[in-house]
């Protein structure tokens, strides 16, 4: 791949049909080579967005899907909770993390989350996802809750960080 660069990524804000299938696919072909996640890993994440689909309202929700030349290559989504907003589907394929795209998304979601006027957010992860973990923390969200679970095929630590206050 020639040197991509956070301006040759085009991000979009809405959903067009295949979306869902591919961040299943994506989602279950990446954490089965990087984590070594079963099969249940892929049925929590297209029984998820299930969820998240049917109650989707764009004054509340928000979706960003990463593009280069076409083909979805990273994807957030901020999802209503109630008073609070939950990180969810947060997945940048591995050729293009580096270059500033996660830090993008990051800002995106805390734009947003004052926009719509959240107090509150958090994000559920594992341990094995220190990368990913620093980014949560240099905007705020600290673990809150940390418990064993084999849930997706393997033994793993379940992680929860909270962002308390919006700023």
């Not at 804000?13 to 279950?28: A, I, Q, R, S, W």
């Not at 990463?66 to 609070?84: D, P, Q, V, W, Y």
């Amino acid at each position: 791949m020639e040197n991509v660069t956070i301006q040759d990524i085009q991000i979009r804000t809405e959903l067009k049909p295949g979306d869902f299938g591919y961040l299943v696919y994506l989602h279950g072909k990446l954490y089965s080579e990087e984590y070594q996640f079963g099969i249940l890993f892929e049925q929590y994440v297209a029984e998820s967005l299930l969820e998240f689909y049917t109650q989707f309202n764009p004054a509340t929700n928000r979706v960003w899907v990463c593009e280069h030349n076409g083909k979805i290559i990273g994807f957030m989504s901020l999802m209503n909770r109630g008073t609070a907003a939950q990180l969810r589907y947060f997945i940048i394929e591995p050729a293009y993390r580096g270059i500033g795209l996660g830090k993008k998304l990051m800002m995106l979601f805390m734009e947003s989350l004052k926009s719509i006027d959240y107090k509150s957010a958090y994000l559920l992860t594992t341990h094995e996802l220190k990368a990913a973990a620093s980014l949560y923390t240099r905007h705020g969200f600290t673990l809150t809750e940390e418990k064993t679970s084999s849930a997706f095929g393997k033994p793993l630590l379940e992680h929860r960080y909270d962002l308390v206050s919006v700023r």
